[in-house]
């Protein structure tokens, strides 16, 4: 690992990053309204793009258009721990996604499990993509998700199998670290025994997380909580990504055992000695091969 690599490592666990997803259920939540109430959607400026707001099932979708006309569209899902909305720093980098893809984007802030269980995300997400739907075809619609994000990203198809829903299918998913809680022992285990190197989430809130994603509800599916007990079948294709030396890595297992049982095509890439979502935090040039290979089968 570089220099660079080892500072920021010994940096971010000094900052405590880590402690962010850390505690009771009951200050997760008081911690992310506290910190949500100050973000706001920035006003961005770009000579190449046009910006809008629009509103669906009363939650904002940041909309980022290519003056120069394109026919290729993403839904851009950034995630939080289904608690925390995008910061003006997720955004700038949701632009950059934008410029190097050369597709309009559809950022949206999605109804949180502050306020809301996980169900009215997945809702929210649905009536998003149907939205696109009157403007873009099918099969050049993408779906972009990391960490929580990357569980709605999937999470779209699974509602409509759920759902019993015959609308078009998009392109493709693209999946960063897919925030799935813990299905068994055998996945805990794997994930304690990776908890020390993640500098990012601690393992325990993948845990807490079940009662934060169910936000008092007893009608959360558990294939929204658990991605692993999910219906994949007539997925599209699947670009799946972790890095070795986060948690969330422990759930790959379980959920390839899904993919394959569904026949799901995907291409998957383990980041050796990465963190969380490093394709699109590429921090140190370790990362920068994932960020181009991300934006290799995001085009």
Not at 90 to 99: F, P
Not at 227 to 236: E, I, N, V
Request: aromatic share 12%.
């Amino acid at each position: 690992m570089s220099f660079k690599y080892e500072i920021l490592k010994k940096l971010v666990r000094l900052i405590g990053l880590k402690h962010m997803f850390s505690g009771t259920k009951e200050e997760l939540i008081a911690k992310a309204r506290k910190k949500n109430a100050k973000k706001k959607i920035p006003e961005l400026k770009d000579e190449d793009f046009k910006f809008e707001t629009i509103e669906i099932n009363d939650s904002k979708v940041l909309v980022m258009k290519h003056k120069r006309k394109t026919e290729k569209a993403c839904m851009f899902i950034i995630g939080g721990g289904m608690i925390s909305a995008p910061s003006a720093m997720n955004i700038k980098r949701a632009l950059k996604y934008a410029k190097d893809t050369g597709r309009d984007l559809y950022v949206p802030y999605y109804p949180l499990c502050t306020d809301h269980p996980l169900n009215v995300a997945y809702e929210m997400i649905y009536a998003l993509y149907l939205e696109m739907l009157k403007e873009y075809e099918a099969k050049d619609i993408s779906i972009f998700g990391s960490s929580s994000g990357g569980n709605l990203a999937l999470g779209l198809c699974t509602y409509m199998n759920a759902e019993h829903i015959e609308t078009q299918r998009p392109e493709k998913i693209i999946a960063l670290s897919p925030g799935t809680c813990v299905l068994d022992d055998e996945e805990w285990q794997r994930m304690l025994e990776i908890n020390d190197k993640d500098v990012a989430i601690d393992a325990s809130y993948m845990k807490t997380a079940i009662d934060v994603m169910k936000c008092g509800s007893d009608d959360v599916p558990d294939y929204m909580i658990w991605q692993q007990k999910a219906d994949y079948s007539d997925f599209p294709k699947v670009y799946i990504n972790y890095g070795s030396d986060e948690c969330l890595y422990a759930c790959w297992k379980n959920l390839k055992k899904a993919f394959d049982h569904y026949g799901v095509d995907y291409d998957m890439k383990v980041g050796e000695g990465m963190y969380h979502c490093y394709p699109i935090l590429p921090f140190v040039k370790e990362a920068e091969d994932g960020y181009k290979w991300l934006i290799s089968v995001s085009r």
